[in-house]
């Protein structure tokens, strides 16, 4: 199932330059501009800075996910069966120039709860339920962050831990501790370009320094079925 990319497997993310086209950007980013005429929980004013549930908002983003530039990475480092199980949309602006602090992305998002051995810290994000299933099932997994934007450390480019996947799911103190002990790298992405990574890899992003649009849309992919009747969220 994982990827035999030996780097992906060795840092637990690349960087693929040019995936998109200018007139597919300029499509995806007309399509997020629209989003502000949705009534929809995740959207709490006409400024969107983040918006889950993104498939089921936008039907350009939708057909996005199914392309065969899509499809075409998901398979090639994951597997024939990869589907899109969750898709956000991010952007920092001045207005919006958060920062985040180093984590792994551990939750996923399933269409109801169903108690389930493994399953933990259940919660509810913008009306879709999440839990922190087992760490096969993160490991298992591939993330695709389509950048519709330059992104550098000047507008809060991700920073990762390289190889720090390879490690299982870790505590708040043991990633204090991998931050400490191993190098950090800033994942500068042009626009079209395409940052493949692992949910489990630790990672962040700064503020921008110089503040201005980081507009990313981030689909992860799963391969495998959930047990129990659970259901993955945007399968």
Known sequence: MHSSCPK????????????LDEKTVLQLLEALSNLKLHKAPSIEDERIYGVRDLINLSDVVKEFSQSPIVKELATNFLDKKAKVVRAIYFDKTPEANWKVPWHQDLTIAVKEKRETAGFTAWTQKANITHAQ??????????????????????????????????????????????????????????????????????????????????????????????PNNLRWYDS
């Open 8 to 19: 992906l497997e060795k840092d637990g993310f690349l960087i693929r330059e040019n995936v």
């Open 133 to 226: 299933p087992p760490v096969k099932i993160l490991e298992r997994m591939l993330t695709l962050r389509f950048h519709l934007d330059d992104s550098d450390e000047n507008n809060g480019a991700l920073k990762v831990i390289p190889a720090s996947h390879n490690k299982g799911r870790l505590s708040a103190e043991e990633i204090i501790n991998a931050r400490k002990a191993n190098e950090t790298r800033v994942c500068s992405v042009k626009k079209g370009g395409c940052l493949v990574m692992r949910p489990l890899l630790i990672h962040s992003s700064s503020a921008g320094t110089k503040p201005k649009h980081r507009r990313v849309i981030h689909f992860e992919f799963s391969a495998d079925e959930l």
